[in-house]
């Protein structure tokens, strides 16, 4: 994390048609927020508070719409 947020980048399958990437909040129960929805291969979540915990999964939808199983990530800020 920098002042700017956290940033994350994948590499986006070729038959990718668009991406989820959803947010918990360590030692937050299980409130999960949708952070980002669309094309890009990156994504900068500016909403991230300093000194937390969070854990990160970025999902893939392939052209027939059917989902991936989610690629996870802890950060700590």
């Known amino acids: 994390m920098d002042k700017t947020g956290v940033a994350l980048t994948w590499h986006e399958p070729a038959d990718s048609r668009r991406v989820v990437v959803v947010r918990k909040r360590e030692g937050r129960g299980r409130h999960v927020v949708v952070v980002y929805r669309g094309r890009a291969a990156t994504y900068r979540d500016t909403s991230a ?22 690629v996870p990530t802890s950060v700590a800020t």
Not at 55 to 61: K, M
């Open 49 to 70: 508070r300093a000194c937390a915990a969070y854990r990160y999964t970025i999902v893939n939808y392939d052209r027939r719409g059917h989902r991936s199983t989610g």
